[in-house]
């Protein structure tokens, strides 16, 4: 079941650098939010925090509040895994494991929590791949590896690898970066199904693709030299690109800088 996000008050620093200062925004459910800067702004380290994914990296930390429906996934009491697990991830290059089957690359999740049950892994994978926007192109080869698809279905692989196991929110680093137009197309139109059921975040770099795919964009930028990353504004989508309040947006979008 999709999901609400709130974060408040967020400070990431990898190690003694401040590299994202005091954002606050809200995430509605069954939306898209699309994150927009110029690069080393923060936004992809925003977004890896709010699955708990920053603190991954060696001496990288989170201060403030990320709210999932009310509750924090920082709190002392919250397991990573399972946050990881209620809100999946879609990285910038398509990362199936190559060598494992199309089937087995869909329900690696479900394997991994303890999931055994052959048929039940069977209508999962059809259900995700189909939920991809997959299963017409994979149905006859689902025993052929992962590794063998075109680099767009590898990334709708990897969209429906996520998926599987029933996240409340998806989030998305900029997941057509590394694909071609048509495939980019195809993404973006699979976006604009799964926010039927998924609340959804993506960075991208591309501004035509955030005023295509969101309902709400958040404008991110630096401070200044060496200074953290900060939220500048955050609107809908229509508002940001038609008339935003702030200039440093504006330039931005009007490409001034960045």
Known sequence: MA?????????????????VDGVSLAVPPRNVTAFIGPSGCGKSTVLRSLNRMHEVIPGARAEGKVLLDGEDIYASTVDPVSVRRT???????????????IRDNVVAGLKLAGERN???????AEQALRGANLWA???DRLNRPG???????????????????????LLMDEPCSALDPISTLAIEDLIQELK???TIVIVTHNMQQAAR??????FFNLAGVGQPGRL????DTERIFSNPTQKATEDYISGRFG
């Open 3 to 19: 999901k609400r996000i709130d974060v408040k008050d967020l400070n990431l620093f990898y190690g003694k650098f401040h590299a």
């Open 87 to 101: 809100i999946g991830m879609v990285f910038q290059r398509p990362n199936p494991f190559p060598t494992m089957s």
């Open 118 to 124: 052959g048929k039940k892994l069977d209508e999962v």
């Open 137 to 139: 192109e994979v149905k």
């Open 147 to 169: 590794g063998g698809l075109s680099g767009g279905q590898q990334q709708r692989l990897c969209i429906a690898r996520a998926i599987a196991v029933q996240p409340d929110v």
């Open 196 to 198: 039927k059921d998924f």
């Open 213 to 218: 795919v969101s309902d709400q964009t958040a």
């Open 232 to 235: 500048v504004e955050l609107d």
